[in-house]
């Protein structure tokens, strides 16, 4: 099946610094990407949608001047959590869409826990 | 407003044993449905999916959901429970623009 990587898995950074995550289609081109957010023991909360040469398209209530979002190939996007502050300390998961040739199939990628200090 | 209920927080149920999940789902038009599984240090796995057609859907790993558009539900179901079932579940509502609305989940505890 269709493989969606993410890197780091883990990360611990200091408040205030800058942390890059990395979402990668290993199998697939994906023109569009997802970033969700998964707080303990709650749902997926979709973030945003990342656009393959174009900008990011955000849901309400998400900063994008905190969470930049990169779409910079057809197989990589990135979202850069900016001056991160424990409040942003949460799981971070992205997805891709793949063609399935009648509809198209979500493939997660197993996500990136980001802590705060 | 679209959104999806998943009522178990929490399920335990004995190896072996039927299992059934529920969701429903509040939604304007015909939705696409979801469930998906997600296991400690793995992605989400997709289980099964719901477009058009057959209203009771088979997927993977023994795992079936039907659904009933006047219940606004789109149930889970397996017959027989096997312990690496043990996961958390997540129902989702989606449409043709691939975005997904996620259920809280429901943690599911398989004994022996």
């Known amino acids: 099946g269709a493989v969606v990587s993410q890197h780091p898995s883990w990360v611990i950074c200091k408040s205030g610094t800058s942390v890059k995550i990395e979402c990668r289609s290993l199998?697939?081109?994906?023109?569009?990407m997802f970033w969700y957010r998964q707080f303990p023991k709650q749902s997926l909360m979709l973030m945003a949608t990342?656009?393959?040469?174009?900008?990011?398209?955000?849901e309400q209530g998400v900063e994008k001047d905190k969470f930049l979002i990169n779409h910079a190939s057809l197989t990589l996007s990135t979202l850069t959590v900016t001056s991160a502050h424990p409040e942003d300390s949460s799981f971070y998961i992205c997805?891709?869409?793949?063609?399935?040739?009648?509809?198209?199939?979500?493939?997660f990628g197993p996500g990136t826990r980001l802590t705060v200090l | 407003a679209q959104s999806v209920t998943q009522p178990d927080i929490h399920i335990t149920v004995s190896e072996g044993a039927s299992l059934e999940l529920r969701c429903n789902y509040s939604?304007?038009?015909?939705?696409?449905l979801f469930w998906y599984v997600q296991s400690p240090g793995q992605g989400l796995q997709l289980l099964l999916k719901?477009?058009?057609?057959?209203?009771l859907v088979q997927g993977i790993k023994g795992f079936e959901a039907e659904f009933k558009r006047s219940q606004s539900s789109f149930n889970l179901r397996k017959p027989s429970v096997h312990w690496s079932d043990a996961a958390e579940y997540f129902c989702?509502?989606?449409?043709?623009?691939?975005?997904?609305?996620f259920g809280t989940g429901t943690r599911l505890q398989v004994f022996p």
């Open positions: 990342s656009n393959e040469g174009s900008k990011a398209t955000y």
């Open positions: 989702a509502v989606g449409d043709d623009t691939d975005k997904l609305i």
């Open positions: 199998d697939f081109q994906a023109t569009t």
């Open positions: 997805s891709a869409p793949r063609d399935n040739g009648i509809t198209d199939t979500q493939y």
């Open positions: 939604y304007g038009a015909t939705p696409y």
């Open positions: 719901y477009f058009s057609g057959d209203t």
